[in-house]
């Protein structure tokens, strides 16, 4: 059974870091691409970043310059490092499978976590 369990959000202030984890299990992580997706209230998901199995990264434009993925295969764990955080960042975020052969930057996934709050405000 695929399991991806996220952790590390929380509430920070504007221009604060914070640094996301999602542990998986149940597939073999290291050959999966790996994706975080952001859902804002009553907004959409907005995809974030992905990395690739082979650890190629692709960025939003609207997080490029912020925010790091990365992925530890040794751990089976993806992580996610946002620095210069703003209020606009404030959403769920959550980690998924990337389908394999979908768009590194329109990734389709079948398995998610639930997600990870952070909140930025003042």
């Known amino acids: 059974e695929v399991q991806l369990v996220e952790s590390g959000g929380g509430m920070v202030q504007p221009g604060g870091s914070l640094r996301l984890s999602c542990a998986a299990s149940?597939?073999?992580?290291?050959?999966?691409?790996m994706t975080w997706v952001r859902q804002a209230p009553g907004k959409g998901p907005e995809w974030v970043s992905t990395i690739s199995d082979g650890g190629n990264t692709y960025y939003a434009d609207s997080v490029k310059g912020r925010f790091t993925i990365s992925r530890d295969n040794n751990k089976n764990t993806l992580y996610l490092q946002m620095n210069s955080l703003k209020p606009e960042d404030t959403a769920l975020y959550y980690c998924?499978?990337?389908?394999?052969?979908?768009?590194?930057?329109?990734?389709?996934?079948?398995?998610r976590g639930q997600g990870t709050q952070v909140t930025v405000s003042s």
């Open positions: 149940g597939f073999t992580f290291r050959t999966y691409d």
């Open positions: 998924a499978q990337v389908i394999i052969g979908s768009d590194y930057e329109e990734p389709q996934y079948e398995y």
